[in-house]
């Protein structure tokens, strides 16, 4: 089964930016809204919106981490959502945090969208790549000249692995077609040959290449991956309570530490949402992630795939991420 969750950058175009930057209007003017986001604030209680995907925080809603580094505040966790009704929670003030990936948060940044970062959840990116559909013929990335390759969304993760991937090999993109999709329908048109390939990430990697006749074709770690995956709150929280933020960023920590001693606490959540065997034999292969602060290095990483992403169109120019990111380490 490929798609047991909403993968987390569904990262769909047009309309659905323009009915999310609808929803950050109304959060940015809406008094009753704005009411309801201070009154949680006041009462020193974050709200974490999660998403139906195993980064640190989904899975540290099952421990007590969290918790112990709140004290006497408070933090509930919500969910599963599938991405873009997550950050619509935040938005609206149902809620204060939640994750996505850097190539999503990159594109808010340079729209001055309000969003504070303050963690990295780092891989070396061998969850992420593309991957030939059963059968195919497909051997290498030039094999892909005239073919269909599905993804979640321009500018999401997908589109970002099939730019960096041919840039790194010298190849021109342009000679793809690329195909915008919800996961939901990746293994239909995986398996039926309306797509010759998918570029994808985390479980929809892992299912793809365990369905039988698929050949990876790219490993994301081969051409030094940026894309990542990041934690944040809305700005308004941010200001607020950077203590609140500061002491969740140490319970991500502390989750990151204990996967790396038991990696089953990756696993053991994709198949709560679902996930096959073969699916989560896959996943077990994946790097375990380590959480990273967002300091001058961290956001140097940012700065560096800001900079790609101008290249390929996706954003105009690199964002000052000094405005909407957070140190939780000073």
């Not at 959060?27 to 986001?37: D, L, N, P, T, V």
């Not at 099939?162 to 010298?170: D, L, P, V, Y």
């Not at 795939?305 to 000094?322: L, M, N, W």
Request: charged share 20%; with cysteine.
């Amino acid at each position: 089964m490929f798609n047991f969750n909403a993968s987390n950058i569904s990262k769909r175009a047009l309309a659905v930016t323009c009915a999310l930057c609808a929803t950050i209007a109304l959060a940015s003017c809406g008094s009753a809204q704005q009411s309801k986001q201070s009154s949680s604030s006041s009462n020193g209680t974050m709200r974490v919106a999660y998403l139906s995907t195993a980064n640190y925080l989904t899975t540290l809603k099952n421990d007590d981490f969290a918790q112990k580094e709140f004290g006497k505040s408070t933090v509930k966790f919500t969910g599963p959502y599938a991405p873009l009704d997550a950050y619509a929670a935040v938005n609206s003030g149902a809620a204060d945090a939640s994750s996505t990936g850097t190539t999503r948060f990159i594109d808010w940044a340079s729209k001055n969208q309000p969003w504070v970062a303050f963690a990295i959840e780092y891989y070396n990116g061998d969850s992420q790549g593309i991957v030939a559909a059963p059968n195919s013929g497909i051997k290498t990335l030039k094999d892909l000249y005239g073919k269909k390759i599905g993804i979640i969304a321009k500018g999401g993760t997908g589109d970002y692995v099939i730019h960096r991937s041919f840039e790194k090999a010298g190849l021109d993109v342009s000679k793809v077609q690329e195909v915008e999709m919800s996961p939901k329908n990746f293994q239909v048109a995986f398996t039926t040959k309306k797509i010759d390939a998918l570029a994808t990430f985390d479980q929809n990697l892992a299912a793809a290449i365990a369905t039988p006749g698929s050949k990876r074709i790219v490993n994301a770690k081969d051409y030094g991956n940026l894309n990542v995956s990041i934690h944040m709150v809305s700005a308004s929280f941010a200001k607020k309570h950077p203590d609140l933020v500061k002491k969740m960023y140490r319970a991500l920590v502390k989750e990151a530490q204990k996967a790396k001693k038991d990696p089953s606490v990756i696993t053991n959540a994709y198949k709560e949402f679902g996930a096959s065997e073969s699916t989560l034999k896959e996943v077990a292969k994946f790097y375990v992630p380590d959480i990273l602060p967002i300091d001058a290095k961290g956001r140097e990483m940012l700065t560096k795939q800001a900079e790609q992403e101008v290249r390929y169109g996706f954003i105009k120019s690199v964002p000052d991420f000094t405005k909407s990111t957070i140190d939780c380490t000073k």
